[in-house]
């Protein structure tokens, strides 16, 4: 099933076929597409301000400012919006990793190589689409999962680029993916940084972390018979250069959809003087 899916101005893309096709009825008018946008916008909302247990069709459609039939008309009930949800973050945040991959260069010296992927994951998992597939990593969520299967094309796509052999290049991704992950999830709650013990620091310090911890492991590859040593940097680690993430900053930041995207629909729509019949119940 083909579906228009807003951009993040509002406006619909063309068609697009994608597995979250099959959890929405989708829209053919330009009000139903802009009452869909809402009810994205306010499921998201919740996600990351409250939590699952605070995604119900209530509040969703309180919230949205539409009516529970409007919400009933377009999923069968709160689990589908999930899925769909999930399935729409994965094909943008795959979108995104393709754009991001077509300028990624990693002939030549390793640490450059590696400093190029880190800062495009860094940018998608921080800063791009990748947030809000992790705000929905786990629900709704059957083998395989949504997480696992943009690991496995970050994964396939780094064989192919030569950056390192089929065993390292996975564990490599499982590693730099889960931490960046669990550093969005906790930038996304809110959850205290390394000032109160996190693992996690800011991105400014994390990134280059990263990077060495993947130089030494994928190095070590290319130098089996070294032997290994443990030592202290003898200086700090010097910033990314701008040249290596120019093709990064080109592509414009996308943010979570939050309270602000649906007061800017409301605007250009008057708000439903009656609420339709519903079809069931709504979801405590």
Known sequence: MAENVPDQEGAASGPRTSAAATFV???QQERSRRTLKRILAAGLY??????PDALTVTEITRRAHTSVGSFYARFQGKDDLLRYLGERSLTEALEVWDQLNTGLQVEGELRASVTEVVQRLGWLYLEAAGR???LLDGIEDPFPTRR???EDRIASDLRE???ASEVRSNLATRVLAGTLQDSALRDLRDIPGDEEGSPYPEASVLLPELVELLVGYLGGEVCATAAPTVHEPKQPLEPV??????VVRELPKRDIETEALIEAALASEPAPSASPAPRKPAKA
Not at 46 to 51: F, P
């Open 148 to 150: 696992r299967r943009l």
């Open 241 to 246: 250069s701008e040249r290596q993430v120019a």
């Open 161 to 163: 680029l030569g950056v």
């Open 132 to 134: 809000s597939l992790v």
């Open 46 to 51: 919740l996600l990351e301000h409250q939590g």
């Open 25 to 27: 009825r989708a829209p």
